[in-house]
Nanobody, 120 residues
Framework: EVQLVESGGGLVQPGGSLTLSCAAS????????MSWIRQAPGKGLEWVSR????????HYTDSVKGRFTIARDNTKNTLYLQMKNLKLEDSAVYYC?????????????RGQGTQVTVFS
């Protein structure tokens, strides 16, 4: 059974930093690309970033480029999202997804999510 467990969210002021983690189990993690998606209050799901199976290729949505870094540790079956210079509009529930394609990531299985709240 595929399981994705996100953690690391919290409260932070604008300009602050957080690192999210996603612990994966139930599948061969190193064989799959992974994505982060998020959902802000009252809004739909938004694709944030993706990383290839080896970690060599990464992509980001324009609003987080230069501020967020996606990474993975295939020895620990864990996906990360390092977030710096956080903005109010980054407040959302963040989910990880076992998909490369953004549409599949938005519509497929995801974990319970971790809440990130940026407040001034």
């Amino acid at each position: 059974e595929v399981q994705l467990v996100e953690s690391g969210g919290g409260l932070v002021q604008p300009g602050g930093s957080l690192t999210l983690s996603c612990a994966a189990s139930g599948f061969i993690f190193r064989n799959y690309a992974m994505s982060w998606i998020r959902q802000a209050p009252g809004k739909g799901l938004e694709w944030v970033s993706r990383i290839s199976d080896t970690g060599a290729i990464t992509h980001y949505t324009d609003s987080v480029k230069g501020r967020f870094t996606i990474a993975r540790d295939n020895t620990k079956n864990t996906l990360y999202l390092q977030m710096k210079n956080l903005k109010l509009e980054d407040s959302a529930v963040y989910y990880c997804s076992k998909n490369w394609d953004p549409v599949a990531a938005l519509n497929g299985y995801r974990g319970q999510g971790t809440q990130v709240t940026v407040f001034s």
